[in-house]
Structure formats: structure tokens, C-alpha cells
């Protein structure tokens, strides 16, 4: 496959027209400002690389160029012509496809297949040429110099193998505008350096590219200009000429932001909601734990009073962490210490038992039975955690239900309304409520407020603080780090797998958070 077969091409006197254009781009959700006033310009043939702290609306940009959510205000112009409405198949028929950080494929297609769904190759009489399509996909694939083997399936490769498929379906698009978000988050230094080879072939083609990345290494080597989010404004953008300001970027991404939660009077913004909290004896000790390429390593002490915050972009290993301590994938190495005796479990229940139970990142996933009621779902745990659960009586397994639909002011009609028509927040205090039916000592919550408005929030780690007052401890993951400089006792950060910092006190800061979290040593930080 050749180079013009495979790119639609720079048209003539494109150059001289940006291939996009955005003027003063806006974007609420339910009221809240995603973004606002968003002004970027993009041609042939460079790399642009997009910057923002999570939240600072670097996805929400990016699914508006790519026509999968539309702009509540301002213009999008592509090579000239207006988007004017929401849909990626126009936006593609433009020429602007984005590789997602997290690909959806089919897990039971062979890549082969996958890398052309939806876009089908077919012969004159309208039947899937699967001898081209598979001929094809090796060919992108080869390009790209991705070891992926096209008639695997798409369900069995590894973070890294998926991304590569995102890549090549993405390409074989024929671009003229590539979004890349976090391509590189899973691949190992080869496959990175046959991916930014890829890059510069496609820029030498007129390929303009957006480059969304959490590694300013890789930013500062592929990318001639930056922007920078900040809560969905546009803080600032030059050329790097070869170059970063490290300091000047984690500056303008943390920066000032306006805390939308209850504080303590007098709060500021850097000062955990919880005080100083009087600690025990250690719950839980994790030394060296290794799983996989996504926990390289970690170590920590959580303690009795204790509630420990994880922080760090997404996909550094956070969640991970949190699911190989409570047995949900397997560790290769280290040890876990649960209240000074070493355990090596072999399932989840193995810590259930031993009082450390895990809230998941997933709740339609992981969390619930979706289509089951309120009350099936807070008692689960009973009685699946139960040795002889049909001794259970049934009237206190009620009486439970009841007691924890009233504490946590889950807005029900009742234990037997279905919980796929409750509220985002309703359904997260169920899966935090279903632990309340057994004892426990520990909980492990990954990014729990995620998709819940901000009463549910507060809701949520208000019960948080009860269960920690009550002589238990908890270790919480959140993307937002507001969240965790507002409710946590001390803060680990993550990078690439590993523990980059483990700050308390007056160290708690976003500077020295935004710093560890890009690898950075806290004193690169300008204040």
C-alpha cells in the first residue's frame, strides 16, 4: 500500500488554509463549564500537542473536533468547511479521526476485521473482500511497525496491541487532521519510538496531528507548539522550538482553581478537610508489589484513621494498585502485610475475609448487577460474603436494605425499583453501601465520585470520613485532586506505575502533585 493510496492527500493549496480552525469554542455540561472561548488553529503537516491537567477539558475538546459532541458555541472549520453539526462520520468524511486512549474493540473480531468495522472494505457486488481487508490490515499495520497479529483476537492482545489496532484503524481513514490521545500510555520504549516514526511520516505527508500526552519528554521531542487547558480555558500556547518550559507548564496547569465543594471554615485550597487525624496501628502494608507493566513496584502503610489518596493522570496505575491489593489481578511480586500477617491471596474473597473490600472504577461494570433492583444489589455482599447464606433471615437482610437506603439518602421508591433508573450518584452509594452488610477494616475506592454530581459527591466522602472515624481506614483513587487535597490525610502519587511521591502536611499542594505526577522532581515547580 502506497503512500497517496493510504492518505487521501494534501489538496492543492490547502496548505495555505489551516486544516482546522476553532474560534471561541464553548462547551457546558448540565450547567457546568467543560469549556469556554477556545480559540486553535492547526496545518498540514504539524504536530500540536495538547496539555491540561485531567479535567481541564482536553477530551471534551477533542470528541468536538472529531464530531462525536458538539459545540455549544463558536465555530469549527475544517480545511475551510464548517462542522456544523455533531457526527464523527462527517467529521471522518472531513478527514479528522482520533485514536481514543481507551479503544472500544469487539474482543471476539480478529484485528483484521476490527481495523476496518464500520468502515468495510467491499467488492463490486457489495460483499466483504476479506482477503483484501486482511491484506490491508497487515499492510497499515506493518507500517506503523506494530508486532500485532492480524488474525489474533481483538479481546486477547495486550493494552499496548489494542492501542496499535486503535492506531491502524485510525489510518487507514486516511486522515488529514489525527488526533492521538495518549497513544503511547501502555507501549514500552521500542514500540513509542516506531510510533513517533510513524508520526513524522504522516507529517511529512501534510498529516496535521493533535498530540495528547502526559509525557513531557515525548511532547517536547515530537511536538513544534503546545496549548495548555486549565479548567476549560485556554491558559496559554507557544512554539517550543525543540524545547519545554517544565516549570512554566505545570504553573499554568495547576494553577488558581475555585474549590466547588463544602470546605472548613477558613480552608484553603492545599489544606485537607480532615485535619491532622490521630492514626493507629498499620492495617495494611504493601511492599514492592509488581503487576504487570501497570503496578511496577509500589510500596505503602496505610493506618488505622487513615485515609491515604492516590493521585496522578490517568492510566499511571492507580486503579490497578488498588485491584491487585484486593486480589482482583494477579501480582508477580512484593508482599502484603494485612495487620502484620503476610498474605498471598488467591481471589478476591480472600481479602474479603480479611476485612479489605474494593469500590471499583467500573460501577455498570464491576459494581452492579444492572439489571437487578436496589435491593438485590446492597445485599449481595451479605450474602455472597456469607458461608451459608441461605441461613440468612430474610428479615434483617430487609431490615439492612431499608436502614442503608435511609442513611445514605438514596433517592429510591423503594428496594424493588430497578437501579438502572436511579441517578448516577444513587447508583455509587449502592456500591459503596452494599460493604456496609459485613464487617471490614479497609476500603479501596477507585475514583468513586467519577459521573456524580457534586451533592453526591460530598455525600459520598462524608460516609467516607464516618467509616474512618469508626476505626477503619481508606485508600481513595480520584482523578480530580481536589478531591483528594480536600479529604485525604496524606497523598501518594503516581507515575508510570511507581510511586513518585508521598506527600502530607504542608506538602499536600497542586504544584508538587502536578510535578510528581509528570515524573518531576517538586523543587522544578516555580510558585
Not at 517550543?240 to 518550559?245: A, E, I, K, Q, S
Amino acid at each position: 500500500m502506497t503512500s497517496a493510496e493510504r492518505i487521501a492527500g494534501v489538496e492543492e493549496g490547502v496548505a495555505s488554509v489551516p486544516i482546522l480552525d476553532l474560534k471561541g469554542v464553548g462547551k457546558r455540561f448540565a450547567g457546568i463549564v467543560a469549556l469556554e472561548g477556545i480559540d486553535l488553529e492547526l496545518r498540514s503537516g504539524e504536530v500540536l500537542g495538547l496539555l491540561g491537567a485531567n479535567g481541564s477539558g482536553k477530551s471534551t475538546l477533542s470528541r468536538i473536533i472529531a464530531g462525536e459532541t458538539r459545540a455549544d458555541q463558536g465555530r469549527v472549520l475544517i480545511a475551510g468547511r464548517a462542522l456544523t453539526r455533531a457526527s464523527p462520520r462527517v467529521a471522518a468524511g472531513l478527514g479528522v479521526v482520533i485514536a481514543h486512549q481507551h479503544p472500544s474493540l469487539p474482543p471476539h473480531l480478529p484485528v483484521w476485521e476490527s481495523l476496518f468495522l464500520g468502515a468495510e472494505i467491499c467488492t463490486t457486488g457489495g460483499f466483504i473482500d476479506r482477503r483484501r481487508a486482511r491484506r490491508d490490515a497487515i499492510d497499515i499495520l506493518s507500517w506503523l511497525g506494530a508486532r500485532v497479529d492480524p488474525d489474533a483476537l481483538a479481546g486477547s492482545l495486550t493494552a499496548a496491541g489494542q492501542q496499535w489496532v486503535e492506531i491502524a484503524r485510525a489510518v487507514s481513514r486516511k486522515p488529514r487532521l489525527l488526533i492521538l490521545d495518549e497513544p503511547s500510555a501502555a507501549m514500552t520504549g521500542p514500540e513509542v519510538a516506531a510510533l513517533f516514526t510513524s508520526v513524522r511520516r504522516l507529517t511529512a505527508e501534510g498529516v496535521g496531528i493533535i498530540f495528547i500526552s502526559h509525557r513531557l519528554h515525548e511532547v517536547e521531542e515530537l511536538c513544534g507548539r503546545i496549548v495548555v487547558l486549565r479548567n476549560g480555558h485556554h491558559a496559554g500556547s507557544w512554539s517550543t522550538r525543540g524545547r519545554l518550559d517544565v516549570p512554566r507548564i505545570l504553573q499554568l496547569m495547576s494553577g488558581d482553581r475555585e474549590v466547588r465543594e463544602r470546605t472548613a471554615p477558613g480552608q484553603t485550597l492545599g489544606e485537607s478537610a480532615v485535619g491532622d487525624p490521630v492514626v493507629g496501628e498499620a492495617l495494611l502494608e504493601v511492599s514492592g508489589l509488581t503487576s504487570g507493566t501497570a503496578v511496577r513496584g509500589a510500596s505503602l502503610t496505610l493506618r488505622r484513621g487513615e485515609v491515604l489518596g492516590i493521585a496522578g493522570l490517568q492510566g499511571q496505575g492507580q486503579e490497578e494498585l488498588l485491584e491487585a491489593i484486593a486480589a482482583c489481578r494477579p501480582f508477580e511480586q512484593g508482599t502484603l502485610r494485612v495487620g502484620g500477617t503476610e498474605v498471598r491471596p488467591r481471589c478476591p474473597r480472600d481479602m474479603i475475609r480479611r476485612g479489605i473490600c474494593l469500590v471499583p472504577n467500573d460501577r455498570h461494570r464491576q459494581g452492579l448487577f444492572v439489571d437487578g433492583d436496589v435491593g438485590s444489589n446492597l445485599g449481595y455482599v451479605a450474602v455472597a460474603a456469607d458461608r451459608r447464606p441461605w441461613r440468612l433471615p430474610p428479615r434483617a437482610l430487609a431490615a439492612f436494605v431499608r436502614t442503608t437506603i435511609e442513611r445514605l439518602s438514596i433517592k429510591t421508591r423503594g428496594p424493588r425499583q430497578a437501579v438502572d433508573t436511579l441517578s448516577g450518584g444513587n447508583q455509587q452509594k449502592i456500591v459503596v453501601g452494599k460493604w456496609l452488610s459485613i464487617p471490614f477494616d479497609v476500603i479501596l475506592l477507585s475514583d468513586p465520585t467519577k459521573g456524580v454530581d457534586i451533592h453526591a459527591r460530598t455525600e459520598i466522602y462524608e460516609l467516607v470520613q464516618d467509616l474512618v472515624a469508626a476505626d477503619r481506614a481508606a485508600i481513595v483513587y480520584a482523578s480530580d485532586v481536589h478531591e483528594l487535597l480536600l479529604h485525604c490525610s496524606r497523598i501518594l502519587v503516581m507515575y508510570e506505575g511507581r510511586i513518585t511521591a508521598d506527600l502530607a502536611g504542608a506538602a499536600m499542594n497542586e504544584d508538587r502533585i502536578a510535578a510528581a505526577s509528570f515524573g518531576q522532581p517538586a523543587m522544578d515547580v516555580v510558585s
